[in-house]
């Protein structure tokens, strides 16, 4: 059985019973940049089901549409049938494909007097003071972006540095377009997005910036946000410890004290190991989960250095297994093996040979059963992301923070997903206590 989101929605996936729901959801609808555990999810799916979704363009699209009240532009959450505040849902990555034929990127400057304290959150038109106006197109270029009501330059955000990329047909390299060529993309931003069909957002292809010309990147799609809904409304590019604490004491509507970030799930983490043939291991903190996804990126290195990535539209196919009582604050993730760190790789038959026998030779009889986990981080800068991640990793092995620092030091790393605030904690731990919290099988299938 599948559902078509068109047809059918529920509200949540409370009192389901884990084998009720859909087999297949399918989600082309869109947000408005709030995720709202009091809103109506769509599903569920079932347990061991799969969602495939279309997805829009993150960043700089939403960024320049103020009427998208987060930043983003992601999918309707998904209830997964079962799914109750405590446990977790596993979500397999099957597949990831861009269908963008071109984007455009760059480093940010904000307009501030174009927004009420937050830009991502809060867009507002200088001349007319209207609060998430919405917009229409006229031209191309950086002041492109009107607002409809007094037809004043509406975009809280402009390029200090941008460029156009242009993808080959196979989506495997990327070549940043001169000014004319970028233009050109710009006069049909719409079609070479590949805009779904439902987003509002207005296509930064639009912009046709050509500050870096020629430059060829490799591309490698992820995820930059794809997670579980929090226990309280809130932006959906701010579902992080870092971007969350802007929340803190903000004064327009979504404003937050900072214990209620604690609410949040860390949806949006932009690592770049969140891609095809991962698995990413989400708290349970609204009844039902709510999956939700979006801010597909076409490649990006560590730490998204400039602020933002190539944006892309794309589809998405995943898996989802509800995993009853894990009791996690934030996201696990189990990378394809090729993203673990040198050190994290799981011993091969022959490391862990050697290493029995320099333990017999100490007259011990066993070594540990280890096997690689990547826990996930974030705090409002980079040392308090990975206080978050050593403090979660700790409490899931029922262990001390020194202890995992031992670990992630000998048998992994520290890595950073984005500055400045988003890290993984990555280093092999004990087989016995994956087993004991009902991690191993997946584990075991990744490894």
């Not at 079962?82 to 269908?99: H, L, N, P, S, V």
């Not at 079609?191 to 069909?197: D, N, R, S, V």
Request: hydrophobic share 40%; proline share 7%.
């Amino acid at each position: 059985m599948s559902l078509n989101v068109r047809e059918s929605a529920a509200a949540t996936g409370n009192g389901m019973h884990p084998a009720d729901g859909h087999e297949t959801v399918y989600v082309d609808q869109f947000i408005d940049g709030i995720l709202d555990p009091n809103k109506p999810m769509l599903g569920p799916v079932r347990d061991g089901g799969h969602i495939i979704a279309n997805t829009a363009p993150g960043c700089w699209g939403p960024m320049i549409t103020p009427e998208i009240r987060g930043g983003h532009e992601v999918t309707k959450p998904v209830a997964v049938a079962g799914a109750e505040i405590g446990d977790a849902i596993a979500i397999r990555i099957k597949d990831i494909t861009i269908t963008s034929m071109a984007t455009a990127s760059g480093n940010d400057v904000i307009l501030g007097e174009r927004c009420v304290g937050d830009p991502y959150v809060a867009g507002k038109c200088e001349k007319c003071g209207m609060v998430y106006p919405k917009t229409v197109i006229e031209g191309i270029g950086q002041e492109a972006v009107r607002c409809a009501s007094c037809g004043a330059d509406a975009t809280p955000f402009k390029f200090t540095n941008g460029y156009t990329i242009a993808f080959d047909n196979n989506r495997g390299v990327g070549v940043t377009l001169n000014k004319e060529a970028a233009e050109t993309i710009a006069k049909e931003a719409n079609t070479y997005a590949a805009m779904p069909e439902n987003s509002i957002q207005n296509s930064v292809l639009t912009f046709c910036p050509a500050d870096l010309v020629g430059l060829v990147g490799r591309l490698r799609p992820f995820m930059g946000q794809l997670g579980t809904t929090p226990a309280i409304p809130m932006p959906d590019s701010h579902n992080a410890g870092d971007f969350g604490s802007f929340l803190i004491g903000a004064p327009h509507e979504y404003g937050l004290e900072a214990a209620q970030l604690a609410h949040r799930t860390d949806g949006h983490m932009d690592i770049d190991a969140v891609r095809a043939g991962a698995i990413l291991i989400c708290p349970v903190k609204v009844p039902g989960g709510g999956v939700y996804l979006g801010d597909m990126h076409a490649l990006q290195g560590d730490g998204e250095i400039a602020g933002h990535t190539a944006d892309v539209s794309g589809t998405v196919t995943l898996q989802v297994h509800l995993i009853k009582g894990l009791n996690i604050d934030g996201p696990i993730l189990l990378p394809v093996e090729e993203d673990l760190p040198f050190l994290a790789k799981p011993l091969s038959e022959e490391e862990k040979a050697q290493a029995e026998a320099v333990a017999a030779s100490w007259g011990m009889n066993a070594v540990e059963e280890s096997l690689p986990i990547s826990v996930i981080g974030t705090g409002p800068d980079l040392n308090a992301a990975t206080d978050n991640g050593l403090e979660r990793a700790a409490q899931l092995l029922d262990t001390t923070v020194p202890a995992i620092k031992n670990r992630a030091t000998i048998t992994g790393a520290i890595e950073i997903g984005r500055h400045p605030g988003v890290i993984q904690v990555t280093f092999r731990a004990p087989v016995s206590k994956l087993a004991e919290r009902g991690l191993l099988p997946f584990v075991n299938d990744q490894y």
